[in-house]
């Protein structure tokens, strides 16, 4: 169901092309791709809508190499993605020769016959996305409450009693009611049983319980992908700051103690230790509410320490590795990762923001500079930082480039002959300067 | 045993003065000159090997470069980055020229051009012969901001406008394009020598002045040698039919 799969050099050869519906040529929308989204620098996202088509596209930077897969645009088709990195893998191994020896002339000359392979990834690439195993229920082992210990449902202290008795009377008999009953079933599914039993209370606190746990992961996922991290300064501020229960579950900024997991572990480390203080601090304010947000406080502790724990021993193994890795970088080829060119992204962009650049638009430009630099091989003494100025300095030429002949008094020689009046614009906010301008022309 | 060391270290300062020092200095010269001859030598060999294939987006640079080196015909896209290749001329195996395909598109061909315009001992503008009654004022500032600038204008390397196309039937002749552009680049001399100097100083003095100032433009006014050729990249028989290089190939021997 793909329109057409094109593998082409950066310097313009295509060097393998597929036609899956009888249609148009590939050509039109791919240049199109090019002109708007390669040449002007919005390569942070990785699709482009053009007509009734969309483009996916992944660069490879070590060899030059761009991959482009179309499809029709009301088409929603899960496997492309994979289906765009399995063949990049295959591509790049199976003739890898051709690109490191030979270059321009490897590409010229050389055959790629990559039909047999493409069409077996591409019916595996379908049939994985059709094959979907049926989502078999959590038993109550493998859902968190079960890994919730006694203990931290104890730590609640100055609650009011009723609250602490009705809630650990659930937890005590879901859990007798899941060993009596054999058969698989949800936490929610033990909730129901209890509601008939008890009153209205109790089941809106459940159903509360459940919606905050399901937006703590929610957040705790997104956390972890995106790697903006605050200054620690003002995290500590954030964290001490009173607490304001609306709803108890509306207010994701306030809540959202996974910011601090992405500092890395030397921020993680306080974050674990205030946020059971921090709940037991603050208690006396509305029992109710925090005794399932405190929960959510401990769920989200235990986990940062399970998480943290194997990422410290790896930190401090590369305190030792990056000194050689300074001077290996130094010298000698070795290609760019994202962890390399992170920091240096992040002080371009904080540099561009400060230069009165929309904070948006600086973002997307790192973000489609990270992903041109992505695995190039970097020359003999070139640093990471020399080589993404160089490519953010590039890039911004590329973009600020008139793209369009710029020649007035051309135009306005033309204009003369047509006998047209030739209409110059000055346009701008207030206070810039127009009619000055305009009093000096 | 002071008093008799003394003597000692005179007599090895001695020593060590008049031949160890005349040995090092002429170590160093030789060092010097060992380094002078080393740039010189690197200089003359790699200076200007090169041939430039320049012209707008979509004028058939890439194509024609790959009919050039394989003789096949392949698809293209828009090139965003350079490519090169060596070129061995078909009857002479010792000569070789590297080819080095640009990017036409708007926002890099600057870019580009500054970066192989000192290597370039010869420089072929592709010019679209069907699409260039419309294109008539793009092509000509490209090739006005090619012939202007400074490098080009010092080393002079031979010129030779391609056009491109000849197998589609709207497509002009090179006597006509020939005569648009130098209408073209007239009344660019004009407007341009008025335009505002960029900002980062290159052209120290002013814009350079193309041709003679009192007569009409012409191309026998530059100082490079300046040629018109037609040629098909993609050969009157299709794609696979030969492609109709042979007045580029004759002049690709005569430069090299």
Not at chain 1, 195 to 203: I, P
Not at chain 1, 230 to 241: F, I, L, R
Not at chain 1, 383 to 398: F, G
Not at chain 2, 229 to 237: D, I, L, P, Y
């Amino acid at each position: 169901m793909l329109d057409f799969f094109t593998i082409f050099s950066k310097g313009g050869l295509v060097l393998w092309c597929f036609q899956g519906v009888r249609g148009p040529a590939a050509t039109a929308p791919v240049n199109a791709l090019i002109r708007s989204v390669l040449l002007q620098e919005r390569g942070g996202n990785n699709s482009f809508t053009h007509e009734a088509l969309t483009l996916k596209y992944k660069l490879d930077n070590q060899f030059e190499l761009v991959f482009v897969v179309g499809f029709q645009k009301i088409l929603t088709l899960t496997y492309v993605d994979k289906l765009i990195d399995d063949v990049h893998k295959e591509f790049r191994d199976k003739y890898r020769n051709e690109f490191q020896q030979k270059g321009a002339l490897g590409l010229l000359n050389g055959t790629f016959d990559f039909k047999d392979d493409f069409m077996r990834l591409l019916r595996d690439a379908e049939e994985s996305s059709k094959v979907r195993a049926p989502t078999v229920m959590k038993t109550f082992e493998q859902s968190l409450k079960s890994q919730k210990t006694v203990k931290c449902m104890i730590e609640t202290r100055g609650e009011k009693p009723k609250e602490k008795v009705k809630n650990k009377k659930n937890k005590g008999s879901k859990k007798d009611g899941t060993e009596a009953v054999a058969a698989p079933s949800k936490a929610s599914a033990g909730d129901k049983q209890l509601s008939a039993a008890g009153d209205k209370e109790e089941l809106t606190k459940d159903e509360i319980l459940q919606k905050n746990r399901e937006e703590f992961f929610r957040r705790h996922m997104k956390a972890g992908e995106k790697s903006r991290s605050p200054k620690p300064d003002a995290q500590k501020e954030k964290g001490k700051k009173p607490r304001v229960w609306d709803l108890g579950n509306s207010n994701a900024k306030v809540l959202d103690y996974s910011n601090s997991a992405t500092n890395g572990s030397a921020e993680a480390c306080p974050v674990e230790e205030f946020d059971p203080d921090m709940a037991l601090g603050d208690k006396n304010r509305e029992p109710g509410r925090l005794y399932d947000l405190e929960y959510e406080s401990d769920d989200e502790a235990e986990e940062e320490k399970v998480v943290q724990n194997p990422s410290k021993p790896s930190v401090k193994k590369g305190g030792l590795g990056g000194m050689f890795g300074m001077l290996k970088g130094l010298v000698g080829s070795k290609s760019l990762t994202r962890e390399d060119m992170d920091p240096v992204l992040e002080k371009m962009k904080d540099h561009l923001i400060a230069k009165n650049v929309a904070a948006e638009i600086a973002v997307q430009l790192c973000e489609s500079v990270a992903k041109k630099l992505e695995g190039k091989v970097m020359g003999t003494f070139t640093t990471v930082t020399s080589t993404v100025k160089q490519a953010l300095q590039e890039a911004l030429v590329q973009i600020l480039q008139p793209q369009r002949r710029v020649d007035v008094l051309r135009d306005v020689m033309d204009a003369q002959r047509h006998r047209r009046p030739y209409v110059v614009t000055f346009c701008g906010v207030n206070g810039v300067g127009k009619s000055t301008n305009l009093a000096k022309v | 045993m002071a008093g008799g060391l003394e003597p000692h270290l005179e007599a090895l300062r001695r020593e060590l003065r008049g031949p160890a020092v005349l040995s090092v200095l002429i170590a160093l010269i030789a060092v010097a000159i060992t380094f002078l001859i080393w740039r010189f030598v690197q200089g003359r060999r790699s200076s200007r090997k090169a041939v430039l294939l320049l012209g707008l987006c979509d004028a058939g640079k890439t194509l024609l470069f790959a009919r050039l080196l394989s003789g096949r015909y392949r698809d293209t896209q828009t090139s965003i980055t350079d490519s090169s290749a060596v070129y061995r001329l078909s009857h002479d195996k010792s000569t070789n020229v590297t080819l080095i395909d640009l990017p036409g598109h708007e926002s890099l061909r600057l870019q580009f051009l500054e970066r192989f315009k000192a290597a370039a001992r010869a420089i072929v503008f592709v010019v679209d012969s069907v699409a260039f009654q419309r294109e008539v004022k793009d092509v000509a500032e490209f090739l006005y901001q090619v012939l202007v600038d400074s490098t080009v204008l010092r080393n002079a390397p031979a010129l030779l406008i391609a056009c491109n196309k000849q197998d589609v039937t709207m497509a002009k002749s090179a006597k006509l394009i020939q005569q648009q552009l130098e209408k073209e680049l007239n009344t660019l001399r004009v407007t341009r020598s008025a335009a505002p100097t960029s900002l980062d100083g290159s052209a120290t003095g002013g814009p350079a002045q193309l041709g003679k100032k009192g007569k009409d433009f012409d191309f026998s006014q530059l100082p490079m040698k300046v040629e018109f050729v037609e040629c098909s990249a993609r050969g009157s028989k299709g794609e696979e039919g030969e492609a109709d290089l042979e007045g580029l190939e004759k002049w690709l021997v005569k430069v090299a």
